[in-house]
């Protein structure tokens, strides 16, 4: 059969029934029959074999991968946008395909305020009965980090027991005194074996009752004597493991030692007089106001933050209040139950208030440096009994040296 002659006629795309060709940009002498091979890329357009469908509204055939499914939309009728085709047999339609999962990308999570708030914060709960999540997040209280309630009722468990043995048998303040020293020297050592410190756990239990009892019996140089021999002791414990490590163990022996028998022993140097116990209920009374104090005036007022890389929540306002609040109850009490005038009650107050806080961030540090939250999970609400004594373990020995200038006794 002849082909015919000359140009092939005028053809618009996309109208019905005009007849198809290869596609579009023919150059000039290119074979077109159905079937040629074409490669991509040189040129010439591609063809596929005899019997390829064609996609509607273009001229030129579907090419398999390059055509998607058809999508609905607004601007075709019948849903097929312009450039795509028809699904076809055995295909199914893009809005019936699922949707391909997402990829997560990895970064920090930024804290939200979502769901109910916890009970107790009257403002912010008012804020999530109404709907205003932003008025809640800008007006609700910060939150002191812990579980009040059972913080309040460890405080005061403690605080009766220690009223107990004061009151009604003295030697038994002396007994807690040392059950506290074993029970301070454990979770410190576990805690420093955190870092990677050994500490002689043995000597130092022992050594450390050996200075409740000599700061009872025989006064402050009994106690520092007492130091200087649980330290050498632990010393020579650790060289019994060998050289590797030791400066490093025995610095943390010392520490340890300093840290919880040798100052937990002023709390007998207090007790020891026949007025001691007026003595230790003016410091820890001090001690439990600047706590309190300063968790009042640091959730209302906290805004300038003290040391943020060490204890974020330590406000300068917080401390204010507790300097305050130590101050007031000091000087009536220091007046009542030692005869002391009050401006020096209240001396004596900012005096404890002082080596309170720096107490509390002395053991922060420590926690800090060896990356854990609390000493241990002996007493709910607090942590270890090393987080409940930390301000009062600095506290005591400044009580001490206060109350022998403006309170001198037997």
Known sequence: MDRPSGPPPAVIPGRPGAPTRPGPDVRPGTDTRPGADVRPGSGGPMRPGPGAPVRPGTDGPVRPGLD????????????????????GPGETDSEDLPEPPRRRVKGRRRATWTGAPAAGNAIRQAAYASGDDESAKARSLPSAGRNLPAAIGV???LGAVVAGSLFFWREGFLLLIA?????????????LAVGGARAPQIPLTIGGVLMAGLAWFAG?????????????????????????????????????????????????LLAYPDDGVARVVVTVVAVVLTDTG????GVFLGKHYMAPSISPKKSWEGFAGSALASALGSALLVYLLLGVAPWWGALFGIGVTISAVLGDLAESMIKRDLGIKDMSNLLPGHGGLMDRLDSILFALPTAFLLLSVLAPGS
């Open 68 to 87: 998607g499914p058809v999508r609905k939309g607004p601007d075709t009728p019948g849903g097929s946008p312009r450039g795509t085709r028809p699904a």
């Open 155 to 157: 405080s005061l468990g």
């Open 179 to 191: 059950a506290m020293i074993v029970v301070g020297v454990w979770e410190m050592t576990r805690a």
């Open 220 to 268: 402050p140089d009994a106690l520092a004597l007492g130091l200087l021999v649980t330290v050498l002791a632990s010393m020579l414990w650790r060289l019994g493991d060998g050289r590797a490590g030791f400066l490093r163990d025995a610095a943390a022996a010392t520490l340890i030692a300093v840290y919880v028998p040798f100052l937990g022993g002023f709390a007998a």
């Open 294 to 297: 300063g968790y009042v005036a």
